[in-house]
């Protein structure tokens, strides 16, 4: 079975400082893993996947598969990185299917 | 493009009544998936349908809710009867066979 954690419920930090946001999975084949973001008020969105292995909005993953992780990170966290942010796994042979951590709030503090 | 549109926006109903929920995908789009959000449980996938299938249900809570979709344009998702534990918010997201899920603005349901 597959299974995404995300262990921090609550994150914060202040302005400028550097930010990492757990993700951990455990799936027997090849994953595809991705961050979704929820800003206040806005639709939840998709904001990286690690096939693309791009940075957006100062924002990179790396899969590590020996750790079975997908974290997140920013080094110079900005205000407005303030959201609720879920990693999620695609098995990839269900196609379509995402399989989501319980997300973790991130607030940053000016 | 309008994105997924979901209706209504806000419900609030009393325990035992009947809540429909609706949800428009993106025109092309080949899966639909409902989700509930709650701070408990965070993002659950309740169901999802391929080209109007129902694939997945496996994540209905029980059979008070079901979910239908008569044609690619429109599904909707009902409880009957709702209850206080029910109260959550409920997304709409859609895709076209790939990974990105584009999601709609929820609706916030209350039962009183």
């Known amino acids: 079975a597959q299974r995404v954690t995300q262990p921090e419920k609550l994150l914060s930090v202040f302005k400028g400082a550097p930010v990492e946001l757990k993700c951990n999975y455990s799936?027997?084949?090849?994953?595809?893993l991705f961050w979704y973001v929820q800003y206040s008020r806005q639709r939840l969105q998709l904001l990286l996947r690690?096939?693309s292995r791009e940075s957006i909005k100062g924002f990179t993953a790396d899969l590590n598969k020996g750790e079975t992780s997908f974290h997140l990170k920013k080094p110079f966290a900005q205000e407005e990185d303030s959201a609720m942010y879920y990693c999620a796994l695609s098995r990839g042979s269900t196609l379509g299917r995402l399989y989501f951590g319980r997300g973790t709030q991130l607030t940053v503090w000016p | 493009d309008a994105g997924v549109i979901q209706s209504p926006r806000h419900e609030v109903t009393e325990m035992g009544q009947e809540v429909t929920l609706r949800c428009k995908p993106i025109?092309?789009?080949?899966?639909l998936f409902w989700y509930r959000q709650t701070m408990m449980r965070g993002l659950e996938l309740l169901i999802y349908?391929?080209?109007?299938?129902?694939?997945?249900d496996s994540g209905m809570p029980e059979d008070r809710f079901s979910a239908k979709m008569p044609n690619a344009s429109f599904s909707t998702l009902k409880i009957q009867p709702s209850e206080p534990r029910d109260s959550a918010v409920y997304f709409c997201a859609s895709s076209l066979r790939a990974y990105e899920q584009f999601f709609g603005p929820g609706t916030r349901l209350t039962v009183l």
């Open positions: 349908f391929n080209n109007n299938v129902p694939i997945d």
């Open positions: 799936y027997s084949g090849s994953p595809e």
């Open positions: 025109s092309g789009h080949d899966y």
């Open positions: 690690h096939i």
